[in-house]
DNA sequence: TCAATAGTTGAACAACTGTTCCAATGTTCA
DNA sequence: TGAACATTGGAACAGTTGTTCAACTATTGA
């Protein structure tokens, strides 16, 4: 059985069926969206080593400045949008703000990045 | 017994220690570079749409285009980056060009993400 | 209260990045 | 071979971003 028109298609059939599925299985904005935003918060140097040191241990934005070797005002530009992305929590003892991973969740995802950097 | 010098230093003595011990545990400076690349290179919406399309299946540079909406040269240009990185490899199939997700890690790193993102 | 320490904020600037446009390459089929 | 399709490459442009600098708030201790 032939189709009724002789033009070919660029493309297979099947392609539209593949594109329609694929883009269902895509998250929703907002999840999407939220994804980039932390893995994007991730791949600058500054912040993923701000974040590498406080799966150590809490720190406060002098000890960060000095670990790092960066001034505490880029560290502290830095932990603003860490902690408006909820991946840091801060609490202040005295003069000191101290800074931690909000969760296990932050703590597992720097772990698999950190697999990953490593193999071959 | 107290130091001889008056001059009460600007730190506890226990933030050097910290500081050593903390900078001690990061990785080094390769692997750092290499972590920020990979979350810098799905912190890139069309990126990271790439990514979560190819955790499907195999796709060419066609198809992508047509799925995210997006101009084939810049689905083309973003492949480029995320095959430098290993975290996609090709395979030429008669004009096409099909991409997958490198290896299982990739897979691993964007199923974390995902998870993260859709907490709360 | 004043001085010193700790941290935050906003503006500005340089550096980087993603897309577009167009040309070039590679592949298939007639 | 020539035409059409699929992908890649480079230059250029706008938009974003990270750091610096300086001013500002907050806390402590004298």
Redesign the interface.
């Known amino acids: 059985m032939m189709p009724m028109t002789t033009e070919c298609a660029p493309?297979e059939q099947a392609?539209e069926a593949?594109?329609a599925?694929?883009?269902q299985?895509?998250?929703d904005t907002h999840?999407?969206?939220?994804?980039?935003?932390?893995?994007?918060?991730?791949?600058?140097?500054t912040r993923?080593?701000i974040a590498?040191?406080l799966c150590?241990?809490p720190?406060c934005v002098?000890?960060l400045s000095?670990?790092l070797g960066v001034s505490e005002s880029a560290v502290s530009h830095q932990l603003r949008t860490l902690r408006m992305l909820?991946l840091v929590t801060s609490r202040r003892a005295g003069k000191r703000v101290y800074y931690s991973l909000d969760d296990a969740?932050?703590y597992?995802?720097i772990e698999?990045?950190?697999?990953?950097?490593?193999?071959?």
Do not use: W
């Open positions: 493309h392609d593949t594109i599925r694929v883009q299985s895509m998250p999840t999407l969206a939220r994804m980039s935003e932390i893995f994007g918060a991730l791949g600058d140097p993923l080593r590498l040191a150590r241990q720190l002098h000890d000095q670990i909820r969740h932050v597992r995802l698999e990045g950190l697999k990953h950097a490593q193999e071959r």
